[in-house]
């Protein structure tokens, strides 16, 4: 098997692949009718205009097309990409092409320029993509309204990473990344930040949380909760061997979606004055210094200092 670039004379044969699978395959997850609505728009000309924006690769065995994919732009930006047309004949499947053909897009440089990649996965492909490492895009698993699910998979430095929602269970890989540096270190309390603590806060939160995860690897996370009224971020922190990477970045960005979706329009953080690289980033990230206000706070509890 080889996976080359298409050219203009593989279009009706990539049409046909495409709508064998769609109604061999994608019928099992959809109703035959939308299946069928599908279909009428997978033509050889619908191909070709794909491959007019996008890098289109097929794979090819013994003189057949038994498989595709392409990746383009993300909605023109240059720092994201999306894959598109990821199809595998029926009778070559589970036979590691469908593999094949992803990590030749990811090798791809529309790729290899990107941050982030996302894909618009059907019923049938989730399980595949979620294998090779892509997440629900900002934590939502749940179906769009064209039917697919919203995967994406961040890159840094040619490192693969995803962003997901933090769960309690990920309390200790939390603790460990949070100790992992001064600046962290130096904001936790022993009630607020303990597994009680931070359990309660997700329950009140827990859809504006998110890891950054390399593997099996806790490498970032920020929480982020809100009051009904105005965001506000906690302990957002990326572990020193993987900073100015953009993973900070990707992080505030994810919960900054969230809070969009739950209604919310002003998100604050607190930061220590002395901390000159966090106050940077920040500022970079478009959150303005507020100097005609006096940030005040009081302990209610004996065992969390009021603060310096």
Request: hydrophobic content about 35%.
């Amino acid at each position: 098997m080889v996976i080359r670039r298409l050219m203009e004379q593989d279009a009706p044969a990539v049409s046909e692949l495409i709508i064998t699978t769609i109604r061999i395959s994608n019928v099992g997850d959809y109703s035959a009718e939308l299946m069928e609505e599908l279909v009428k728009t997978q033509t050889p000309e619908h191909v070709l205009q794909r491959a007019s924006w996008t890098h289109f690769y097929v794979a090819e065995e013994a003189g057949a097309i038994i498989g595709c994919g392409a990746i383009g732009p993300y909605w023109g930006k240059e720092d994201e990409s999306s894959l598109f047309s990821i199809f595998v004949h029926p009778d070559h499947q589970g036979k590691g092409i469908g593999r094949a053909i992803v990590e030749t897009l990811e090798k791809d440089e529309y790729a290899l320029r990107a941050r982030r990649i996302e894909i618009p996965a059907s019923i049938t492909g989730l399980p595949f993509y979620r294998k090779m490492g892509y997440s629900f895009k900002n934590g939502n698993a749940e179906i769009d309204e064209e039917q697919l699910y919203r995967l994406e998979k961040y890159r840094s430095n040619g490192m693969n990473y995803t962003i997901r929602k933090v769960t309690i269970e990920d309390y200790d890989a939390l603790f460990d990344l949070w100790s992992s540096t001064e600046q962290s270190r130096r904001a936790l309390n022993p009630v607020d930040d303990s597994r009680e603590g931070i359990a309660r806060y997700l329950k009140r939160n827990p859809d504006t949380c998110f890891a950054a995860v390399q593997g099996d690897r806790m490498i970032g996370v920020i929480l982020t909760g809100h009051d009904g009224r105005r965001g506000m971020i906690h302990h957002m922190c990326v572990h020193p061997d993987f900073r100015r990477m953009g993973i900070a970045a990707c992080l505030v960005s994810a919960a900054e979606e969230a809070l969009k979706k739950e209604g919310i329009q002003k998100v604050f953080g607190l930061v220590f004055i002395d901390n000159e690289a966090a106050n940077a980033f920040w500022e970079k990230q478009g959150y303005s210094l507020r100097t005609n206000l006096n940030y005040r706070n009081k302990s209610l509890n004996a065992s969390i200092p009021t603060g310096e």
